[in-house]
Each structure stands twice: as C-alpha cells, then as structure tokens.
C-alpha cells in the first residue's frame, strides 16, 4: 500500500535502468517519495479505496488536515 501511495501521489526521485536476463533486455525502475502533508491531505478518499486502503483510507486525508492545522497553529516546528 505504502508503494502504490508513493508511486501514485509522490514525486520521482530516481530512476536506473536494470538488465534482465541473457536476452539483454532493460526494464527501468523508478522511485518516489512519500507524499508531503499537503498530498495527503487532498486526496480522495475513493481514490484510496480503490488502491485497497479499506477502512484506513477515510484516516489518511483526515489526519494530514489535522497535521496541518496543528502546524499552522503553532504546535509544531
């Protein structure tokens, strides 16, 4: 779950180019970051469902509102 959100939502970060086998072909993987705060909290909650997030997917919107509502508060630095 945490790949498909990251692959998804996230920003690439790195890609490499990897051989595969004795034919030579390459496949390329890619990497990405988790989502900032600010991701999280705009999506949807049946994109997340979708992706097999299940019962957690109302949470994860929900809590980076919260994050962020507490930071803009002052509670954290």
């Given amino acids: ?23 030579g072909s390459t496949s390329d993987r890619k990497y990405f970051a988790f989502p900032t705060l600010e991701k999280l909290a705009t999506i949807r909650e049946t994109s997340l469902r979708s992706m097999g997030f299940g019962y957690r997917a109302r949470y994860i919107p929900t809590a980076a509102k919260q994050i962020l509502e507490k ?6 630095i």
């Fill in 71 to 76: 930071d803009v508060e002052g509670m954290y």
């Fill in 1 to 23: 779950m945490v790949d498909a959100l990251c692959t998804t939502y996230g920003d690439k970060i790195a890609e490499e180019k990897e051989e595969e086998g004795a034919e």
